[in-house]
């Protein structure tokens, strides 16, 4: 197994909670397709938090594809957001379902997942993995 590239990212959940605000509903409809919205919504208390923890996700994605690109021309185009979607398992584990070109670019990767949020912080580190031949 080979590693593609490595995502981290970090989000301080009051900017970012600042940030939908400014946009309203808009830049939630642009960036979460309507599984993430309806999860997030769900989340009452941790509404916003749950949010920024996904919008973490979807840039440590970016991050890890950038890095497996290195020194190659990018292929993410200029509105990724509604390609990476997090998902969660009847157990609340989530991870990451590509669609589009994210698809077909990593149609074998192995995205792995972990996110977190204390207090006013949400973080998502992801790791893009070749599984090789098998």
Request: aromatic share 8%; charged share 25%; with cysteine.
């Amino acid at each position: 197994m080979t590693v593609l590239g490595i995502g981290l990212d970090l989000v301080t959940v009051s900017d970012f909670a600042e940030q939908v605000e400014r946009s309203g509903t808009t830049m939630l409809a642009e960036a979460f397709t309507s599984g993430e919205r309806r999860y997030c919504e769900g989340k009452a208390a941790d509404r916003i938090r749950s949010y920024a923890a996904r919008w973490a996700a979807k840039e440590a994605v970016l991050k890890a594809w950038a890095s497996s690109r290195y020194a190659r021309r990018p292929q993410v185009g200029d509105d990724p957001y509604q390609l990476i979607e997090v998902v969660n398992d009847a157990w609340g584990r989530p991870r990451i379902k590509l669609h589009g070109v994210a698809a077909e670019f990593l149609p074998r990767a192995t995205v792995h997942l972990s996110l977190t949020h204390d207090g006013d912080t949400a973080a998502a580190v992801v790791v893009l993995e070749d599984p090789g031949e098998g």
